[in-house]
């Protein structure tokens, strides 16, 4: 089963940028409905961003709303987190999940359990 593959993340001061990508080797992201969660620690995994497979429909929750833009490349096969004004509170594990969605209205899902398929994580560390 191919998974996501995501990157991007680091070590970066507070007021920073970062780009995650979020890569679907060996399938086009076409169909996919995808998302990123942040895990901070000790804390549940809660989404950042959400994107509809069409790549016109976005979420953002309060946190992060006017800072990070989630986007898609169809020529590239990849979704893109550009992260700025980033704040240490934004430190944590970052997760791109998608779900199959070639048979469904154009949607986006914030909830975890929407998703079945997950990358392995890469870690974002803001220092004040």
């Known amino acids: 089963q191919v998974q996501p593959v995501d990157s991007g993340g680091g070590l970066v001061q507070a007021g920073g940028s970062l780009r995650l990508s979020c890569e679907a080797s060996?399938?086009?992201?076409?169909?996919?409905?995808v998302a990123w969660f942040r895990q901070a620690p000790g804390k549940e995994r809660d989404v950042v961003a959400a994107?509809?497979?069409?790549?016109?429909?976005?979420y953002y929750p309060d946190s992060v709303k006017g800072r990070f833009t989630i986007s898609r490349d169809f020529t590239k096969n990849t979704v893109t987190l550009q992260m700025n004004s980033l704040k240490p509170e934004d430190t944590g594990l970052y997760y791109c999940?998608?779900?199959?969605?070639?048979?469904?209205?154009?949607?986006?899902?914030?909830?975890?359990?929407?998703?079945?398929?997950w990358g392995q994580g890469t870690q974002v560390t803001v220092s004040s």
């Open positions: 999940a998608w779900r199959y969605e070639a048979f469904y209205p154009d949607s986006y899902y914030y909830r975890e359990n929407d998703y079945l398929d």
């Open positions: 060996g399938r086009t992201f076409d169909s996919y409905a």
């Open positions: 994107i509809s497979r069409s790549g016109t429909l976005t």
